[in-house]
Nanobody
C-alpha cells in the first residue's frame, strides 16, 4: 500500500521559513513523481511544486518561484519543500501527492496525482 506522510508544518511569522517533508513508502519502483499542493480555507487546491525521481524535472508555480525549493533525498523517496519568505497568503494545508511509474511532472500534474497524504498545516501570522 502506497503511503505518503507529511511533516514540518507549523506556525511561523511573516518572512520566516519552514521545511516540509514528504516520506513515501509502499512501492518498489524508482520511477515516480511527488508533488506538493496546498489548499487554503474556502479555496481550491493548487499545485505548489513537483519533482521527478530522476531529478531531471522540477516544477514550480508562479507564487513559489524564487521563494520555495523542492528537493529529494537521493532516491530514498523523501521529498522536501523549503519555503522561505513566507507570507500570510501562504497559510494553507500542504499535502503531497504521488504518481508511480512516471518521471514527468507535467503528465502527473495534468492527469492528477494518484496517491495523497493527509497534509500538514502551515500558518503564517504575526
Amino acid at each position: 500500500e502506497v503511503q505518503l506522510v507529511e511533516s514540518g508544518g507549523g506556525l511561523v511569522r511573516p518572512g520566516g521559513s519552514l521545511r516540509l517533508s514528504c516520506v513515501a513508502s509502499g512501492f518498489a519502483s524508482n520511477n515516480y513523481v511527488i508533488g506538493w499542493f496546498r489548499q487554503a480555507p474556502a479555496k481550491e487546491r493548487e499545485a505548489v511544486s513537483c519533482i521527478s525521481s530522476t531529478d531531471d524535472h522540477r516544477y514550480y508555480s508562479d507564487f513559489a518561484k524564487g521563494r520555495f525549493s523542492i528537493s529529494d533525498d537521493n532516491g530514498k523517496k523523501t521529498v522536501y519543500l523549503q519555503m522561505n519568505t513566507l507570507e500570510p497568503e501562504d497559510t494553507a494545508v500542504y499535502s503531497c501527492g504521488a504518481v508511480i511509474g512516471t518521471t514527468s511532472c507535467n503528465m502527473a500534474l495534468y492527469y492528477g496525482m494518484k496517491y495523497w497524504g493527509k497534509g500538514t498545516l502551515v500558518s503564517v501570522s504575526s
